[in-house]
């Protein structure tokens, strides 16, 4: 016997019955095109940031790629001109940094006694130095430079080489001034010099 059909024609048991899962389906339904169409419209956003975020990190690195037809000019060094007192400085600060004024003088009235007397500049006679000097020069090369230009005769006899290691082979063997041993390029020997001859 059908349960349903045993039922009178205008009993709302019917009615209920068949609504109840209709309802449901319908409400199942509903809330799937919800997130349906949530999913669908935030789509584009998920892109969007998954593109910026790849593409941040590419443009910074093409920015600083440069192209292989460019091509990068060094510019060139500023040209110094030094005066003579520089070049001397040089020297002194080389050769005697280390030693008391007087061996700064001393050094410095070399070079000067080799421009008079072979009629040289100070380039010139310098070149044969350990020049150019880039360290820090101080100013009292600048000082023993002033005393040697105005004592020309501060010592008896004109300093022509100078050398760390003992005497030159050439020129006279005169004095050794704390590292350095002066020759001049005269003849006399400190013996004649000392007996006034």
Not at 146 to 168: K, S, T
Request: proline share 5%; charged share 20%.
């Amino acid at each position: 016997m059908n349960i349903i059909s045993s039922f009178p024609e205008n009993d709302n048991r019917k009615e209920w019955w068949y609504i109840i899962p209709v309802g449901l389906m319908f409400a199942l339904c509903l809330v799937g095109f919800g997130i349906l169409v949530y999913l669908i419209l935030s789509l584009p956003d998920y892109f969007t940031e998954s593109i910026e975020v790849v593409g941040e990190p590419i443009q910074q690195v093409q920015e600083f790629v440069v192209p292989e037809t460019e091509t990068i000019e060094e510019k060139p060094e500023p040209i110094v001109h030094l005066t003579d007192d520089d070049i001397i400085a040089q020297i002194i600060m080389h050769e005697a940094g280390n030693q008391e004024m007087i061996g700064k003088v001393a050094v410095a009235m070399t070079v000067l006694n080799r421009c008079d007397y072979f009629d040289l500049n100070v380039e010139q006679v310098t070149s044969a130095y350990a020049y150019p000097y880039y360290g820090t020069i101080t100013p009292d090369c600048y000082r023993a430079i002033e005393i040697a230009r105005n004592n020309r005769d501060l010592f008896p006899a004109d300093f022509m080489y100078f050398n760390a290691d003992g005497y030159h082979g050439f020129g006279q063997e005169y004095i050794q001034i704390q590292d350095h041993y002066f020759s001049t390029q005269e003849t006399k020997t400190i013996k004649d010099i000392a007996s006034g001859k």
